[in-house]
């Protein structure tokens, strides 16, 4: 008889944005004269720049002759990607080898299969509030989790404490959903406790793009990261791919743990062998264009839907400034996380917007415990909804 992965059974149904959509029709249909705006986003709007679409076009075209014609393609993704990969790495003084790159179809793709490489007795370390991928997929595979809490009193930058211990630690930084981000010397000081307690740091870079100071983009920007970090990262918010789908995944040649019998295993060999058993490749078409994309004028080009979302959350988080709630993001991130006004908690005050002003956003519980009194609002939506959302906000709290 079948015998199912009862670890299943252990996932909490997520209801966040079902519910968020489910609360927003209701009003829709019972108010159908009052216009919504929706800062809730969590995806881009702005289309793929020019540079990309070209090239996807030129792509296509390949496709259509026998000389240019491709099949399969190298699992690890095409040379030419690999290595306008390692090209933009330099851009933040970080050296890496095209053998640590790996093309895959997005950074969630590969938060959840690197768990293949890791043994059940781990000690996985996630952060509360999180993007919900890193502990769902733990669960899946019946993982002991441990949540580390970040709060209003450590900046949503939860670090290492005595007694602490993990041997797999998820770092997402700009975060999801909170927009704080680490500094050098916070990821210094996880980088070293990695190091010294021999285990894993998985740092998701989703966001680097966003990053306007001197925060850094790449935990290899750190000293010793490469013996103890997997870096995730993906075009989906650098250059609008969320719906064409390219990520890339550094995996140092440097990570070499040892085994039960007393030999080595190389973490970029094992996931070299994962990939090429599970995994057919990223489309040829799709390599191209982001290998345009990667280009320093492709760069240029998605800087300025960058810097327009950017604006958006400047606009966003200057009326919580203006009226002494705390926040965090809205600099270096596309998120605005701030505290619910007079202790209200997140669901409640997801109503009161949208009773009251008609504003969607998302509500902190949805990704955490640690986020029941937090709400989050995206600069995704258009310059012009962002400024009336703003003057709302601005009437309703004063
Ligand atoms: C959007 C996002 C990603 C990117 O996922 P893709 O699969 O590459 O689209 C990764 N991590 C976080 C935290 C994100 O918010």
Known sequence: MLQINENY???????????????????????????IIRLGIGDVTKPLTKKTIEALHDAADHMSKTETFKGYGPEQGYDFLRNAVVDYYKKNNVDIEMKEV???????????????????????????PVYPVYMDTNIMNGRNIRFMDANKENGFTPMPY??????????????????????????????DFALEHN???????????????D???????????????????????????????????IVPLELVFKTSNGSEMSLNSMWTRRQTTKFNGVPYVIQYAAAATLSEEGIKEC????????????????????????????????????????????????DYMLNEIQVVGTPGAGF?????????????????????????IDKLLS
């Not at 781990?122 to 952060?127: A, D, E, K, R, S």
């Not at 005595?162 to 000081?189: F, H, M, W």
């Not at 894993?200 to 306007?212: H, K």
């Not at 009194?373 to 909804?385: D, H, P, Q, V, Y």
């Open 102 to 128: 790996f093309i895959s179809d997005g950074a969630k793709s590969d938060t959840g299969n690197i768990t293949d490489l890791f043994g059940p007795d781990n000690i996985v370390l996630i952060p509360d």
């Open 303 to 350: 800087k300025e839907n960058i810097a327009y979302y950017k604006e958006n959350a400047r606009i966003i988080a200057s009326v919580f400034e203006k009226k002494g709630i705390t926040y965090f993001g809205g600099k270096n991130s596309p998120y605005i996380w701030f505290e619910c006004p007079n202790g209200m908690e997140s669901w409640d005050f997801f």
């Open 9 to 35: 059974l252990n996932l909490k149904q997520n209801y966040l944005f079902s519910e968020v959509a489910q609360r927003t029709n209701k009003y829709i249909n019972e108010h159908p004269d009052k216009p």
């Open 162 to 191: 005595d007694g602490l211990e993990a041997d797999i630690i998820y770092i997402c930084s700009p975060n999801n959903p909170t927009g704080a981000a680490y500094t050098r010397e916070q990821l210094k000081v996880w980088v």
């Open 368 to 392: 955490g415990a640690n986020g029941n009194n937090f709400f989050r609002l995206t600069a995704f939506g258009s310059r012009e909804n962002t400024i009336e959302a703003v003057n709302r």
């Open 215 to 249: 925060t850094p983009h790449s935990i290899f920007e750190i000293e010793g990261a490469k013996k103890c970090a997997i870096e995730f990262c993906s075009l989906s918010k650098t250059a609008g791919f969320t719906g064409t789908r390219c990520g890339y995944t």
């Open 199 to 213: 285990s894993l740091i998985l740092f998701d870079a989703a966001y680097e793009c966003f990053i306007e100071d």
